[in-house]
């Protein structure tokens, strides 16, 4: 699986930006997806989570009720809408994609090591 993460760019706080990931190669409907994001200075840190048939939704709390993950196996794309950002939503997101057994734990969902394929990254930035 060959994954292409876009959509990012420059926002106002309180404004929106829809980040796509587009997915290359066989069998894209049997694989949970996840956004991570890299802030200057830390480390990667989990967002949110779809699993492979679209049933089992995870988010950080910080982005609850603001960043909506969604999943369309039909098209190879999962998107992340993200609503009233916020200065501290800057950072490099990443797209993920891996292979779980049925109802893993939510440490193994959020875990960068339980996704085998990566994206290359897009900037987010949120200013005024």
């Known amino acids: 699986v060959q994954l292409q993460a876009s959509g990012g760019g420059l926002a106002q706080p309180g404004g929106s930006l829809t980040l796509s990931c587009r997915a290359s190669?066989?069998?894209?409907?049997?694989?949970?997806m996840a956004w991570f994001r890299q802030a200057p200075g830390k480390e990667r840190e989990f967002v949110a989570r779809?699993?492979?048939?679209?049933?089992?939704?995870y988010y950080i709390d910080s982005v609850k009720d603001r960043f909506i993950i969604s999943k369309d196996n039909a098209k190879n794309i999962m998107t992340l809408q993200m609503n009233s950002l916020k200065p501290e939503d800057t950072a490099v997101y990443f797209c993920a994609a891996g292979l779980f057994a049925k109802r893993p734990s939510f440490q193994t969902v959020t875990a960068m090591r339980s996704y085998n394929y990566w994206g290359q990254g897009t900037q987010v930035t949120v200013s005024s």
């Open positions: 190669g066989r069998a894209f409907s049997d694989y949970s």
């Open positions: 779809i699993s492979n048939g679209n049933v089992n939704i």
